[in-house]
């Protein structure tokens, strides 16, 4: 079945305390990104990739790296978590260039508690 | 900037009700639109999307919306609503290019009373 799977589903913490959360796609596609969702903003993006060794930042990158080594996999980390990172993250992925069908997949979300 | 509004915050429907979500955007050229459902504590789910050609797009769970230039919107319908309809709704939008990024609306709380 064609997925993104992220790991953690639910995660409680405490400042500072290292964490990275998962991401990984199934379907070969070159774009992915990182989503957080809170309250009254809807959704907004935190970075993404183009491709392997390729991504830049989004709206609202401050706290967050990540790499893309490989295709299929993307993860998000939080170097030293701050409550205000208390949020639930999505991690989608699309295929790079434009096949008429590209609409982004995402994954399961991730509830992330930082104390 | 290129963004998508959704005017409403929350709407209140009776079940068997029609129903009509705003979706308002401000692209430098026309945008691909979106609109996802998302149910209490589950991920996101496409409803429908518009790329080109026909305004009238269907789409899943008897969903339509309806593309205006003239108007910058792309409104969500449906004729009768079902209780489980009950989720939260956002538009979202994509400017051309494949290294354009989805921007999403703040959502609308849609409630269903029977």
């Known amino acids: 079945e064609a997925q993104v799977t992220q790991n953690p589903r639910y995660l409680i913490t405490v400042t500072g305390k290292k964490l990275t959360v998962t991401c990984s796609q199934n379907?070969?596609?070159?774009?992915m990104s990182w989503y957080r969702q809170d309250p009254g903003l809807g959704l907004r993006q935190i970075y993404y990739?183009?491709?392997?060794?390729?991504?830049d930042k989004g709206d609202v990158p401050e706290g967050y790296k990540v790499s893309r080594k490989e295709k299929r996999n993307f993860p998000l980390i939080l170097e030293s978590p701050s409550p205000n990172q208390t949020s639930l993250y999505f991690c989608?992925?699309?295929?790079?260039?434009?096949?008429?069908?590209?609409?982004?997949?995402f994954g399961a979300g991730s509830r992330l508690t930082v104390l | 900037a290129q963004s998508v509004t959704q005017p409403d915050i929350h709407i209140t429907v009776s079940e068997g009700a029609s129903l009509e979500l705003r979706c308002n955007y401000s692209?430098?050229?026309?945008?691909?639109l979106f609109w996802y459902v998302q149910s209490p504590g589950q991920g996101l789910q496409l409803l429908l999307k518009?790329?080109?050609?026909?305004?009238l797009v269907q789409g899943i769970k008897g969903f339509e919306a309806e593309f205006k230039r003239s108007q910058s919107s792309f409104n969500l319908r449906k004729p009768s609503v079902h209780w489980s309809d009950a989720a939260e709704y956002f538009c979202a939008g994509e400017g051309p290019g494949t290294a354009s990024k989805l921007t999403f609306g703040t959502g609308t709380r849609l409630q269903v009373t029977l």
């Open positions: 379907m070969n596609h070159e774009y």
């Open positions: 518009y790329f080109s050609g026909d305004t």
């Open positions: 990739s183009m491709n392997v060794e390729v991504t």
């Open positions: 989608a992925s699309k295929p790079g260039h434009f096949t008429g069908a590209n609409v982004l997949t």
């Open positions: 692209y430098g050229a026309t945008p691909y």
